[in-house]
């Protein structure tokens, strides 16, 4: 998997419309875009995020269509990218959305 450091390693940059963004940068950038760039990421991700105490796990699957090893897959890459936080409580992990990531990132594309 990689080790993509989290996006909000991006902040302190001016947004592009300012400057040009510097090829770490920009990297890391992609490297969001890459992980909401596929749509069950993305509405896993909005699905945890409507949620202000937490998703289960067990709770995702059937609102996504897929199966539990593929929702657990896409949450994971969600995770690595820093996009999640999870926590277990009991048998179940609870994710929950860093919305800080995405700020950091909507940032350098605001104009």
Known sequence: MSTMKSPSAIACCPPVTE??????TAHRLA??????GDPVRLRLFSLVASQ???SCAC?????LGRSQPTVSH???VLFDSGLVDRE???RWIWYSARPEALATAAELINC
């Open 19 to 24: 400057a040009a963004l510097d090829d770490e």
């Open 31 to 36: 490297a969001v875009f890459a992980v909401l």
């Open 59 to 63: 709770d995702l699957v059937e609102p």
């Open 52 to 54: 202000p105490g937490g």
């Open 74 to 76: 896409h949450l994971k």
């Open 88 to 90: 277990r409580r009991g």
